[in-house]
């Protein structure tokens, strides 16, 4: 079983719906989370960074952290064909040395017009 | 000006050949990673550099080898390349070691072994 785990999907939803990502994760010491964006040929980029547990909101993006379940959410409303792409979970703060990005395989999104 | 930049973004080599990938980051940051994405999509560390010197080396086989002149730059040489290496490579930065700093990825290098 991975530390991390999530849906690779893929979640297709219509314009403007709402889209809900999440991961479950094992390691009771992670304290960062993370939710990147991957486009097809693309590099990850950051689009939300929690710590500990709560709710963070940028936008049409709203982050949630659950750490007494285990369990991340992202939230996209009003969803745009431009939000089509692969979502990923990432997580740290285990006690290793340097800063080391756990991250689930990824859940492939497509908003459909 | 791309704020990670790695080359080359796509390389297809033989078995057995020796080749490298090349990344530069311009945001002044101290640490800099390569990861791996394999063909489902997990991305996994596989080294971190500090100031150039070496912090993460994650399980990675020696053929493997990180180089890092200066703190702007990590280059990935591989040796006696085998086909489960083909994968995507990204180099990535961030401003320091610390758990928790703001992780920045390059666009990937898509290395093809045949």
């Known amino acids: 079983q991975k530390e991390v785990e999530q849906d690779p999907g893929p979640l297709s939803v219509p314009e403007g719906a709402i889209v809900s990502l999440n991961c479950t994760y094992s390691?009771?010491?992670?304290?960062?989370f993370m939710w990147y964006r991957q486009y097809s040929r693309k590099g990850p980029e950051l689009l939300m960074y929690?710590?500990?547990?709560g709710n963070k909101e940028d936008g049409r993006f709203t982050a949630q952290v659950d750490k007494s379940s285990k369990y991340i959410s992202l939230f996209i409303r009003d969803s745009q064909p431009s939000d089509s792409a692969t979502y990923l979970c990432a997580m740290s703060g285990i006690k290793a040395a340097g800063n080391k990005l756990t991250f689930g395989g990824g859940t492939r999104v497509l908003v459909k017009p | 000006d791309t704020a990670v930049s790695q080359t080359p973004k796509y390389l297809v080599t033989q078995m057995g050949n020796d080749k490298s990938i090349k990344c530069e980051q311009n945001l002044g940051h101290d640490t800099m990673y390569w990861y791996k994405q394999d063909s489902k999509k997990f991305l996994k560390i596989m080294f971190s550099?500090?100031?150039?010197?070496?912090?993460i080396n994650e399980t990675v086989p020696n053929r493997f080898s990180p180089k890092s002149p200066d703190k702007a730059h990590l280059n990935l040489h591989i040796n006696s390349l085998e086909l489960g290496d083909s994968a995507v490579y990204f180099c990535?930065?961030?401003?320091?070691?610390?758990?928790?700093?703001?992780?920045?990825f390059g666009e990937g290098s898509w290395l093809t072994v045949v």
């Open positions: 990535a930065s961030s401003q320091d070691k610390g758990w928790g700093n703001t992780i920045y």
């Open positions: 550099y500090n100031n150039k010197e070496l912090i």
């Open positions: 390691n009771s010491a992670f304290q960062y």
């Open positions: 929690t710590y500990s547990s």
